[in-house]
């Protein structure tokens, strides 16, 4: 049982988790599950197919074949992909087996609005948005809004911070015709416990990750344990970074944030300097989590492609704006400054 298909009961159509009812849905006839009468019902199953070496890779991508329980076609896919859909009879499909053992998720948060809706918020995002080329988004011009679940590392732990900085209090005065000045030099000591949770990071290398990094945060206390049916109707990636290469980077996010609390204690002198930091991790509690995000991407007139990610939960969006340089220009000569359009460009970039 490599790939699951999960089956209408009452006329065997494909069963999909809807975002807006947050049950599983039969688009034939309109039945709508909950998680608990699916648990009772077996869902339609195929095999992975050996592949010889010699095919196991096209065009230098390894890829994998499944059969559809549904029509018996091939499935073709990347090495990380967990869900999908069918080419030829778009049945979706659950690669059940590259979720088990150390591979099963621990935690999910479901899609909890549909794609219509991440339609309509992308075009509102967008019109807030200044120097964007007259047109360019017209509604529907944006191809493939795709429900991707993405792989994210998350992280509860304790930390021991000790911090040490040197800091000055100048105070100046008059006396007559002279003036005075008197410097005190304090030495700052700190230290302390810090509890970090629900620290993230995308845990997929390659194209995606930036962008799920990009529509951070996730409100992961309305995250569930991990159920298969979820991912049926989206895809899904499983994770190619591990835990062991994640913790350096980790370790330099608490490092960070434990220096910005503590710097934020040292208050009221003339002048902070010599900060120095060290933390110590412990109690490290990972869930290996699969967090949802609308992506998609639009074929710009120049024949580039802008890459978008929303978050599926929240509705954070993030990418790369075409920009009316014309437009931009022109505001930037009426205000007869530089400052305007660096700020523009700025806001292009990821926001
Ligand atoms: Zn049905
Ligand atoms: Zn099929």
Known sequence: MAVV??????????LTFSP???????SFCGAALTEEELKNIAPATGEEEKIPASQGAKDGVEVSL????????QIVTAPTTVATSCLYCHSPVVLEGRLRGA???DLVIPFSFDREEAQRRFFDW?????????GYFESGSTEHFMGVYYPYWV?????????TARANQVRVWRSGRREYTETRI????????????????CALTGEGNKLADSVMPFEIRKAIPFQLPYLSGFRAEMR???????EPVFQEDVEKYAQQILDDTVQGYSSVYDQNIGVLIKDMNYKYSLFPVWAFTYQGADGKKYYYAMNGQTGKTAGVLPLDRKKLLRDCAALGTAIAGFIALLGGLFV
Request: aromatic share 14%; glycine share 8%.
């Open 5 to 14: 298909a999960y089956k209408c009961p009452n006329c065997g159509a494909p």
């Open 20 to 26: 807006e009812s947050q049950k599983f849905e039969c």
């Open 66 to 73: 499944y059969i559809c329980p549904s029509c018996g076609a």
């Open 103 to 105: 591979f099963h998720p």
């Open 126 to 134: 967008v019109k807030k948005k200044r120097y964007i080329p007259k």
């Open 155 to 163: 992280l509860g732990c304790n930390s021991w911070a000790a911090y």
């Open 186 to 201: 304090y030495k700052i000591e700190r230290d302390g416990q810090i509890g970090f949770e629900h620290l993230t990071r």
């Open 240 to 246: 190619n970074i591990e835990q062991k290469s994640i």
